[in-house]
């Protein structure tokens, strides 16, 4: 009976041997595929590696600047001071004062009737007449808000050829209802009148006076008299209120 038993007990025993030598080269074979493919993580670049990464650029290393100190001189020159050459200032161009143009005025008698007065140069000496014409007016002609509540002398000068002279000093002096009058304007200040037109006021109410005021065109600059002095008759009459002086060159 025994001797029938012994032989299927080898066979076993030696398959389990099969078996185990199998089972110990499997190992092996993981644990080296295991340490090939750490080995490639580790080091992508092993030789032993078919599918290596493309090889990194090389960086480029440029030396590291460094400042240099540049020695200064033992002693220091200063630069040589540039002084200027005197320049020729140009003087500045001379404008010739305008001329006064003197007015003389020789005077006949005037007339003190109403409307109109002109009055007409007499014997002179001067070269350069001229005449005077005077009227009264209503002064709601100039000044309509005015009514009777107004009195003054207002006028022009202009040259022989009707054309304005302005910038001329005018003088308004005398007596007027017992107070002082004296007063001064330029030609051009009052153009309602014209381009060359003065005025003044004298009060808020018309007053009589005869030959008590007269006016002058004096020079601009000097204040000469230009002309001689005119008198002027003045009415307590509302359509007389404005007396209106025209000075007029004659030659």
């Not at 299927?8 to 078996?19: C, F, G, Q, V």
């Not at 080296?32 to 590696?49: H, R």
């Not at 009514?147 to 001329?168: F, Q």
């Not at 330029?186 to 808020?204: M, Q, R």
Request: hydrophobic share 35%; proline share 10%; net charge neutral.
């Amino acid at each position: 009976m025994n001797r029938y038993n012994l032989k299927p007990e080898r066979s076993s025993n030696a398959n389990s041997l099969i078996w185990n030598i199998l089972t110990g080269v499997m190992l092996l074979g993981v644990l080296c595929l295991g340490g090939f493919f750490l080995s490639i993580f580790i080091n992508p670049y092993q030789a032993f590696n078919p599918f290596p990464p493309a090889p990194l650029p090389t960086l480029v290393q440029y030396p590291t600047a460094t400042s240099t100190l540049i020695p200064r001189a033992a002693t220091w020159t200063p630069s040589p001071t540039i002084v200027p050459l005197p320049t020729r200032t140009r003087a500045p161009e001379w404008t010739p004062i305008p001329s006064n143009t003197p007015f003389s005025l020789g005077l006949g008698t005037q007339s003190t009737g109403e409307g109109d007065t002109t009055l007409t140069p007499g014997p002179t000496s001067t070269s350069m007449p001229v005449t005077v014409n005077i009227s009264y007016l209503n002064s709601t002609t100039y000044h309509p808000d005015s009514a009777c509540n107004w009195m003054g002398v207002a006028g022009l000068a202009v040259d022989k050829n009707n054309n304005p002279i302005l910038y001329l000093t005018v003088h308004l002096s005398g007596m007027l209802n017992d107070q002082q009058v004296d007063y001064y304007s330029l030609t051009g200040t009052a153009t309602i009148y014209g381009p060359s037109g003065f005025e003044f006021v004298l009060g808020t109410q018309p007053v009589a006076s005869t030959g008590t005021i007269w006016i002058q065109l004096l020079d601009g600059q000097s204040n000469l008299p230009l002309t001689e002095k005119v008198y002027i008759d003045t009415y307590n009459d509302c359509e007389r209120n404005l007396v209106l002086i025209r000075f007029q060159r004659i030659r």
